[in-house]
């Protein structure tokens, strides 16, 4: 019997960073799909060069014929052909029904061979009939491990549906009376595809849209591409732009979402809900359950203005400022902008939330929105009386241009029903300015989409599922220095900068605690505050956490093991900052550490911890 190899998780980050490595060439280049289906091979080049140590053993087994009869297959012969009778879709490979198709489905095979089929595998044998023969036999089994570990050209293929879950296309005497893979796969809804319950984007059905979604996405438009995309269980939560076709366009409308936050079109990402415009697109899954008949309800969505705006000024602090056409961030001077809205007449489910603000003036840091309290009048609300408090960040503003809008997006901060207040304040002293309430055009704006749940008007989709809010948090380095091959034994723990260069060969470290913090990474962005330009910014590598900011040099820094490469940081501008996902590389629940290097003589800085203004940060989306 051939070894079972096992992925390390280093292995499965290279192999999402290759799929994002196919959406970014999807998005800046022509889209070929002869290419990106080599891409996606790509994919797992880093997984099948590690199987050389029992690709070797497999000339063992491929002589040998296992004799072994499966008597559980033996009570079928003389039954009725089932075929897709019941309408249950599932993966072909996928034996385990775990969602995917990879070595431990290829071990539950020879546990049914050898008359010690796990549970799952008794619920559906199409699953486990690759050849898709009408029985499971040795070919099964052999098929399975040569199309993963030793298939070169791709000339052995594993019979439909596969990679695209589906009903068994041939009849036979297997049956699927149940496919419960982690994602949930059921029935068939295409008899009524309008009471499909789904997110949109979330193409795989795990509750998240991520680069996972991208990649099942492109491998349903490459379906002879090598790669075991998994279960792609809903082509409604496939059709990311909503046009009714899955293609290379909803590959593009996910990796928009996830790299730039363009949002995608309802229902999701957070709630499941069904689908506003009609098509003939089918969902094989009830991963969200279906909505009742009579109770289907359509999103609302309302535009609120603020009841009040206003902000606060240190170089007139007892005066109000509620009047103003105008609201003003800084950090020095110390300017804080604050906006109230109503909420009173939402409720239920909030989709979607999006507070829109007009910049009056550039900045390279327009600032963040926090969550405050009430107890504010924009009428008597000053400099000295400010008692406002701030909880959560709602989120980051990033750069501004003077004439254009900003779109925050806030729906896992806001309340439905009640007053909502956000303070708007930066830490940096590039100041930036907003048009208020009274401003005669472009007022600040709050747009909301939601499901009534309160059973007048439109009445809620009933579905069980509870898919958590995101949350937001800002982390600052607990250690951040660079090492010098001019100061060897010199640590640079307390030096106010980061250097990153070839020649000479400067390297810099950061390290986040994430030890706060638990559950599912939704996103993790580095930011650097540059101080002078590069062609070439360095990049960001996992490197292990043996070191101290007082204590490491470049004598001793050869202790620290590399682990991954994580991410690029490319061209960078002087005074400016630059961001870096680094979401695929981002464990939460302990201590993560950075290295930045370059293999470019034109090096960079950045600012580190120690620096007054613009630090270093890490800003995490989790849920």
């Given at each position: 019997?051939?070894?079972?190899?096992?992925?390390?998780?280093t292995?499965q980050?290279t192999?999402?960073?290759?799929a994002y490595?196919v959406?970014?060439?999807l998005?800046?280049?022509?889209?070929?799909?002869g290419?990106y289906?080599?891409?996606l091979?790509?994919?797992?080049?880093?997984y099948?060069?590690?199987?050389?140590?029992?690709?070797s053993?497999?000339n063992?087994?491929s002589g040998?014929t296992?004799?072994?009869?499966n008597t559980?297959?033996?009570?079928?012969?003389?039954s009725e052909?089932?075929?897709?009778a019941?309408?249950?879709?599932?993966?072909?490979?996928d034996?385990?029904?775990?969602?995917?198709?990879?070595?431990?489905?290829v071990?539950?095979?020879?546990?049914?061979?050898?008359?010690?089929?796990?549970?799952?595998?008794?619920k559906?044998?199409?699953?486990?009939d690759?050849?898709?023969s009408?029985s499971?036999?040795d070919?099964?089994?052999?098929?399975?491990?040569?199309?993963?570990?030793?298939n070169?050209?791709?000339?052995?293929s594993?019979a439909?549906?596969?990679?695209?879950?589906?009903?068994?296309?041939?009849?036979d005497?297997?049956?699927c009376g149940c496919?419960?893979?982690?994602?949930?796969?059921g029935?068939?809804?295409?008899?009524?595809?309008?009471?499909?319950m789904?997110?949109?984007?979330?193409a795989?059905?795990?509750f998240v849209?991520?680069?996972?979604?991208?990649?099942?996405?492109?491998?349903k438009?490459?379906?002879d591409a090598?790669?075991?995309?998994g279960s792609?269980c809903c082509?409604?939560?496939?059709d990311?732009n909503?046009d009714?076709?899955v293609?290379v366009?909803?590959?593009?409308?996910i990796?928009y979402y996830?790299g730039?936050g363009?949002?995608?079109?309802?229902?999701?990402?957070l709630?499941?809900?069904g689908d506003?415009?009609p098509?003939?697109?089918?969902c094989y899954?009830?991963?969200?359950g279906?909505?009742?008949?009579?109770?289907?309800?359509e999103?609302?969505t309302?535009t609120l203005y603020?009841?009040?705006?206003?902000y606060t000024?240190?170089?007139?602090?007892?005066?109000?400022?509620g009047s103003?056409?105008?609201m003003?961030?800084?950090n020095?001077?110390?300017?804080?902008?604050?906006?109230?809205?109503?909420?009173?007449?939402?409720?239920?489910?909030?989709e979607?939330?999006t507070?829109?603000?007009y910049?009056?003036n550039?900045?390279?840091?327009g600032?963040y929105?926090?969550?405050?309290t009430n107890?504010w009048n924009?009428n008597?609300l000053?400099?000295?009386?400010?008692?406002?408090?701030i909880s959560?960040?709602?989120a980051?503003?990033g750069?501004?241009?003077?004439g254009?809008?900003?779109?925050?997006d806030?729906?896992g901060s806001?309340s439905p029903g009640?007053?909502?207040s956000?303070?708007?304040i930066?830490s940096?002293?590039?100041?930036?300015a907003?048009?208020?309430?009274?401003?005669s055009?472009?007022?600040?704006?709050?747009?909301?989409t939601?499901?009534?749940?309160?059973g007048?008007?439109?009445t809620?989709i009933?579905?069980e599922?509870?898919?958590?809010?995101?949350?937001e948090?800002v982390?600052s380095?607990?250690e951040d220095?660079?090492?010098?091959p001019?100061?060897i034994?010199?640590p640079?723990?307390?030096?106010s900068?980061?250097?990153?260069?070839?020649?000479?060969d400067?390297?810099s470290?950061?390290?986040?605690?994430f030890?706060?913090?638990?559950?599912?990474v939704?996103?993790a962005v580095?930011?650097l505050?540059?101080?002078?330009s590069s062609s070439?910014g360095g990049?960001?590598?996992i490197?292990?956490?043996?070191w101290?900011?007082?204590?490491?040099t470049y004598?001793?820094s050869s202790?620290?093991?590399?682990?991954?490469?994580?991410?690029?940081i490319?061209?960078?501008?002087?005074e400016s900052?630059?961001?870096i996902d680094l979401?695929h590389?981002?464990?939460i629940?302990g201590?993560?550490?950075?290295?930045?290097?370059?293999?470019s003589g034109?090096?960079s800085?950045y600012n580190?911890s120690?620096n007054s203004?613009?630090?270093p940060e890490?800003v995490?989306?989790y849920?």
């Amino acid at each position: 019997m051939p070894l079972i190899p096992t992925k390390t998780k280093t292995q499965q980050k290279t192999q999402v960073a290759s799929a994002y490595l196919v959406g970014v060439a999807l998005i800046t280049g022509p889209i070929v799909l002869g290419l990106y289906s080599a891409l996606l091979a790509t994919s797992i080049a880093n997984y099948n060069s590690n199987t050389n140590s029992y690709n070797s053993n497999t000339n063992t087994y491929s002589g040998n014929t296992n004799t072994n009869t499966n008597t559980n297959s033996d009570s079928t012969t003389d039954s009725e052909p089932i075929g897709d009778a019941t309408g249950v879709a599932f993966l072909r490979g996928d034996a385990n029904m775990d969602g995917e198709v990879d070595i431990a489905d290829v071990s539950a095979i020879s546990g049914y061979l050898s008359g010690n089929a796990p549970e799952v595998t008794e619920k559906c044998l199409d699953a486990a009939d690759v050849d898709d023969s009408g029985s499971i036999t040795d070919a099964d089994y052999e098929v399975l491990y040569t199309y993963l570990f030793n298939n070169p050209g791709g000339v052995i293929s594993i019979a439909a549906p596969y990679p695209i879950a589906g009903t068994d296309p041939t009849a036979d005497t297997l049956s699927c009376g149940c496919y419960e893979t982690e994602t949930g796969c059921g029935t068939l809804t295409n008899d009524d595809p309008s009471r499909a319950m789904f997110l949109r984007g979330d193409a795989n059905c795990n509750f998240v849209v991520d680069l996972d979604d991208a990649f099942v996405v492109m491998g349903k438009l490459v379906p002879d591409a090598p790669v075991p995309v998994g279960s792609f269980c809903c082509d409604k939560a496939a059709d990311a732009n909503d046009d009714g076709q899955v293609d290379v366009g909803d590959v593009e409308s996910i990796l928009y979402y996830i790299g730039e936050g363009t949002p995608l079109a309802p229902p999701g990402p957070l709630a499941c809900g069904g689908d506003p415009t009609p098509d003939n697109l089918t969902c094989y899954t009830t991963y969200c359950g279906l909505a009742s008949e009579t109770t289907q309800a359509e999103p609302t969505t309302t535009t609120l203005y603020p009841a009040e705006d206003t902000y606060t000024s240190p170089s007139s602090v007892d005066t109000s400022h509620g009047s103003y056409t105008y609201m003003k961030v800084d950090n020095s001077p110390d300017y804080k902008s604050y906006l109230k809205f109503d909420l009173s007449n939402v409720s239920g489910t909030v989709e979607a939330a999006t507070l829109r603000l007009y910049a009056t003036n550039s900045s390279n840091d327009g600032g963040y929105a926090y969550l405050a309290t009430n107890n504010w009048n924009e009428n008597t609300l000053t400099y000295n009386n400010d008692a406002v408090s701030i909880s959560e960040q709602a989120a980051a503003i990033g750069r501004v241009t003077a004439g254009q809008w900003v779109e925050l997006d806030v729906r896992g901060s806001i309340s439905p029903g009640s007053v909502n207040s956000f303070a708007i304040i930066t830490s940096s002293s590039d100041g930036s300015a907003y048009n208020t309430s009274n401003s005669s055009s472009n007022r600040p704006e709050l747009i909301i989409t939601y499901y009534d749940n309160s059973g007048s008007g439109a009445t809620a989709i009933e579905t069980e599922t509870t898919i958590e809010q995101e949350k937001e948090a800002v982390l600052s380095p607990s250690e951040d220095t660079y090492i010098s091959p001019s100061t060897i034994d010199t640590p640079h723990g307390s030096y106010s900068s980061l250097k990153v260069d070839n020649s000479p060969d400067y390297r810099s470290y950061l390290k986040f605690d994430f030890s706060p913090y638990s559950g599912e990474v939704v996103s993790a962005v580095l930011r650097l505050y540059a101080t002078n330009s590069s062609s070439d910014g360095g990049a960001v590598h996992i490197v292990e956490n043996a070191w101290s900011e007082a204590t490491l040099t470049y004598a001793n820094s050869s202790d620290i093991g590399t682990l991954l490469q994580a991410a690029n940081i490319g061209k960078v501008s002087r005074e400016s900052w630059v961001e870096i996902d680094l979401t695929h590389a981002v464990d939460i629940g302990g201590t993560q550490s950075f290295m930045l290097k370059t293999t470019s003589g034109d090096g960079s800085a950045y600012n580190s911890s120690n620096n007054s203004s613009n630090k270093p940060e890490l800003v995490l989306r989790y849920r």
